[in-house]
């Protein structure tokens, strides 16, 4: 089946209140353009590099795109992050998000962030601990920040052959975003919660997921990379 009906498919699967984003790393900028091609809305990369060489690519069809930094954001890249992605879901502590604040604000910007949290609690992921009162007091202190607008959480979870097995963390995770968005923070809008990925989005969205991110269920498995 071709790029195009893939997309085409799981944008009549899924509900219309959730946004698909289309996670293209190591892809081609044909295989994006097509899924463009057949209504994709939002992009997310996990490299600033490769970010921009896609957007270089992809030239006029890439405009209307919404890009969704979903990798790591690094201290050094934030300058030039802000010139290309519109949503940023990667945050994970006060002093990043600082920086990434009086950047944004020095160009002018308010920028859509959520908050990451690591839901399995794993030593080798990055995000928040699982906790209401880590969480809150992040979002918090977010909320405050000129350059941002608190936007909602993301997490991962980990990596389990079963995505049934995912759930827990995914209801951990939209627990902690039900009690962040009861608190009623002013200035933010809190709305996304971004879990779910090509196996476990049926599990996510069950669990209340209002965004997911997706390669593999629309691109085919991911090219192996030469070293
Ligand atoms: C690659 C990636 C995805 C999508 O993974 P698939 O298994 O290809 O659907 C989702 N989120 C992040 C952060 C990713 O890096």
Known sequence: MSIARRYEQLRRRVPDHVTIVLAVKNRTPDEVREA???GATDLGENYVREAEAMIGALGPAAVRVRWHMIGRLQKNKINKSLGLFD????????????????????MGKRVPTLIEINSAAEEAKTGLAPEIETVLSMAEAVSRMEGLILSGLMTMGPFL????????YFRKTREIFEAVAKAGLPGADFRHLSMGMSDSY???????????????????????QAA
């Open 36 to 38: 463009l091609e057949a």
């Open 87 to 106: 949503v940023f879901q990667t945050l994970h502590a006060v002093d990043q998000a600082e920086a990434l604040s009086r950047r944004a604000s020095g």
């Open 161 to 168: 052959e079963d995505p049934q097995a995912i759930r827990p």
């Open 202 to 224: 049926p599990v996510a969205i069950e669990e209340g997921a209002t965004m997911i991110r997706v390669g593999t269920s629309v691109f085919g498995p991911r090219p192996i």
